[in-house]
């Protein structure tokens, strides 16, 4: 996540260099001639029709923290939607009939009504006549906005979608449901306890893919109750790890998570999901290399060699030995994909440290950008010791490579700082001032210096 934001911040400097370069030459001093006042755009066939698209843009599909809604909400139900109708520019109402409570003083076949907001006027109404969804219900909020929706007879019937609108299920099936209704039947304490938490595996396996993965991300951040699930707890979270028909990354987390709490039946799962074929080989790799002897050497060694990057990822985060650091240099010199490049380099950086500054500074140049800002965040977090080198790139670097360099040297520090306020006043390329500029909070300016 951290590259691809840095890489974003990047692309902004992009955007400047071209802006720049559109300007011409850097005459300082001068002004531009009226003639070359840049006009507003006219909008194009195209534009006007992916904006006329985005006014039928599908409707939110929630699925947001069902679970931990659920906790305190007023009410938990399943029934079919009618009388959908907008009371002010952003707020809705309709009317849901009960067929199913897991929460709530409510009998099946009562009619309540909900309400919630669309805040993007370009979308559909998340519900729609007829439709059967989920809801995890609250109750209406007390400022005057929510209570004028609404008449003052019927106030206090009134709920709310949890979750900011987004805690709802459409059309949620019969395993989601069931798992669902146990898990909420439960008192509290046997939710924080052994049922709870293997109640919380098994929707991990089975039901709702937002459900899921909010089963799994519970139990990540709660690792107490992972140590409750033992063998039959264990069952559906590897269950969930070869199942083909789940979401990668929630096989991927499922396997991680049984893997680092030793859960029986996860090495063996491992090296199952290690073999060639199997779309998570590489998350497998690093599982078997959690336990003692889980991965032997010689394997490792293989693994910088794999065919797949992101083995070739998990070989470069493991490689040991006499050897191992020509080989993550040969690899951020030489591999040709940019994940490998950019692992390798922190790798070195993240076992090394300032050390490893002079092998790394040559990604700023990489050709790929994750690569130059994902590298320049990684050396500008040494610190001190990073600026010197940074400051040379700025200097005698390429373009790109002084874009990087300036992102790494907003990481650096108070040191850094004051280089980059130094570049941002006199650095010979505009671009590179401008950025600088950027780094250190300052606005674009629309003149030249």
Excluded: C
């Excluded at 534009?47 to 931990?68: F, H, M, N, S």
């Excluded at 109402?93 to 897991?102: C, E, I, N, Q, S």
């Excluded at 690899?331 to 993240?350: I, K, N």
């Excluded at 050390?355 to 800002?373: H, M, N, T, Y």
Aim: net charge neutral; aromatic share 2%; no cysteine.
């Amino acid at each position: 996540m951290k590259a691809a934001a840095a890489a974003a911040v990047l692309g902004i400097a992009a955007a400047v260099a071209v802006l720049v370069t559109s300007r011409g030459p850097d005459p300082r001093g001068t002004s531009r001639p009226a003639s070359e006042t840049t006009t507003a755009p006219v909008a194009s066939p195209a534009v006007a029709a992916a904006t006329a698209a985005e006014r039928q843009r599908p409707a939110a599909t929630g699925g947001v923290a069902i679970l931990d809604s659920a906790a305190r909400a007023q009410a938990v139900l399943v029934g079919v939607v009618s009388d959908v109708a907008s009371t002010d520019l952003h707020g809705w109402r309709a009317v849901l009939r009960v067929d199913r409570k897991f929460l709530g003083d409510f009998r099946l076949g009562a009619t309540v009504t909900i309400g919630w907001e669309e805040l993007s006027t370009t979308r559909q109404p998340r519900f729609a006549n007829e439709q059967r969804v989920l809801l995890v219900l609250d109750a209406l909020p007390t400022q005057s906005l929510w209570r004028k929706r609404f008449a003052a007879t019927e106030r206090a019937a009134v709920l709310v979608v949890a979750g900011g609108g987004e805690a709802f299920l459409s059309e949620p099936g019969g395993p989601t449901l069931d798992l669902l209704e146990h898990y909420l039947a439960m008192t509290a304490s046997a939710r924080a306890g052994i049922p709870g938490s293997r109640k919380l595996a098994e929707m991990v396996a089975g039901a709702h893919h937002a459900v899921a993965g909010e089963a799994l991300t519970i139990l990540e951040r709660e690792p107490a109750r992972v140590d409750l699930l033992e063998a039959d707890g264990a069952v559906p979270l590897l269950a969930a790890a070869r199942n083909s028909e789940r979401d990668l990354e929630l096989r991927r987390g499922a396997l991680r998570l049984a893997a680092d709490h030793k859960l029986p039946g996860a090495l063996a799962t491992a090296r199952t999901l290690s073999e060639a074929g199997s779309p998570i080989r590489a998350e497998a790799y690093r599982a078997l290399a959690s336990f003692p002897d889980g991965l032997p050497l010689e394997r490792v060694e293989s693994l910088v060699t794999d065919a797949d990057p992101d083995v070739r990822v998990v070989g470069a985060a493991l490689l040991r030995g006499d050897g191992a650091r020509a080989r993550l240099v040969s690899l951020l010199h030489a591999d040709p994909a940019p994940t490998v490049r950019l692992a390798a380099g922190r790798e070195l950086l993240t076992r090394d440290g300032a050390g490893a500054i002079d092998d790394v500074i040559g990604l700023l140049d990489d050709p790929d950008e994750a690569v130059r800002s994902g590298s320049a965040e990684s050396i500008g977090a040494i610190g001190d010791p990073a600026v010197a080198p940074l400051r040379i790139v700025t200097d005698g670097g390429s373009e790109r490579a002084a874009l990087a360099a300036v992102l790494g040297l907003a990481r650096t520090g108070r040191k850094g700082g004051a280089m980059l306020t130094a570049i941002a006043a006199s650095h010979q390329r505009e671009s590179v001032r401008a950025f600088a500029g950027l780094a250190l909070g300052e606005a674009p300016s629309s003149h030249k210096h």
